[in-house]
């Protein structure tokens, strides 16, 4: 076999490998040099697979109980011990990812939703407009998260759905705020301005120019603001405002778990474990987004 040289031609699919991979590699390289990103998209993606499909991880029943095990501290055939019941801690637990993520994406989606509409009314709307929309919204602001959304069930009642719908309404300030920021700022963009000379409709403009710009970076703040929702959903099933028992559910097992903190902690510790973890997780990817989307650190 003849020796290759500078002079003899590599196959065409080298030459189209080279710089693919070469384009990949600072992103792999990135993961690999961020191990705590690393962990959190794994996290992530165990707690997708429990809500999905909870059997994958775990065998039994969430609401199986056996008296004989009530207490059982953490061994090799309870990995995270038994609750006052005798049920499985780590059983528990896993199920209760899904209804944990399901407040937390369906709160922030009606949340993202009602805001943006508000956003947008006060932003492109007349001035009376704006100064009506962003009094209600101040009005909103001057409760705090939790109590607001206390408010919202006290007048609907408690369940899964008005827990949703309350941590949802309570988040609507915020991102009408930041909506409405953003829309100021892109309606005086050139492009913008360029749209409506050549004589683009209003409605077009909005609808191709002004909303995609504006939302773009609330939509990633949006990822940070699951975490928050999952603590709201968690601390109002602390207060009894949640699923009622024996449903899985975080702050559920924690209001019951601090009735018995003395002598069995792990009841605390494991779903507290479990929500941190779970916030961290999704805040550092939404961190992680935002960062690339603006092209610097935070």
């Known amino acids: 076999m003849a020796p ?20 990949r590699r600072p992103r792999v390289r990135g993961w690999v040099a961020r191990p705590g990103l690393l962990l959190a998209g794994l996290f992530v993606v165990l707690l997708l697979i429990a809500a999905l499909q909870p059997a994958w991880l775990v065998a039994g029943d969430p609401l199986a109980a056996n008296a004989r095990e009530a207490f059982r501290a953490p061994d090799s055939l309870y990995w995270l011990g038994t609750d006052e019941n005798g049920r499985d801690i780590l059983t528990r637990l896993v199920y209760a990812v899904r209804p944990s993520l399901v407040l937390g994406l369906a709160a922030t989606a009606i949340g993202l939703l009602v805001g943006t509409l508000f956003g947008l009314l006060a932003g492109l709307g007349p001035r009376w407009l704006d100064g009506a929309v962003m009094r209600l919204v101040d009005v909103l602001l001057a409760f705090p998260d939790l ?13 899964q759905l008005n827990t949703i719908i309350a941590v949802g309404i309570a988040s609507v ?18 492009y913008v ?45 602390f207060l009894g405002f949640g699923a009622p028992p024996p449903a899985p559910e975080w702050g559920g097992m924690l209001a019951i778990g601090r009735n018995y903190l003395g002598n069995a902690g ?5 779903p507290a474990l479990a929500i941190t973890l779970t916030v961290v997780s999704i805040s550092a990817i939404g961190r992680e987004l935002l960062r690339r989307s603006e092209g610097k650190h935070l």
């Open 4 to 23: 290759i040289n500078q002079s003899t031609p590599a196959p065409a699919g080298l030459i189209q490998a080279v710089p693919l991979f070469a384009a």
């Open 147 to 159: 109590l607001l959304a206390l408010v919202i069930i006290t007048f609907f009642g408690q369940g």
């Open 173 to 190: 300030p915020r991102y009408a705020r930041l909506v409405r920021a953003q829309t100021l700022v892109v309606r005086g963009a050139a």
């Open 193 to 237: 301005e360029a749209a409506t000379t050549l004589g683009l409709g209003r409605s077009a403009v909005i609808a191709r120019h002004v909303l995609p710009n504006a939302i773009k970076p609330i939509l990633i703040l949006a990822t940070i603001g699951i975490g928050g929702n999952i603590v709201a959903g968690a601390a109002l099933s």
């Open 266 to 270: 792990w009841l605390v510790a494991w």
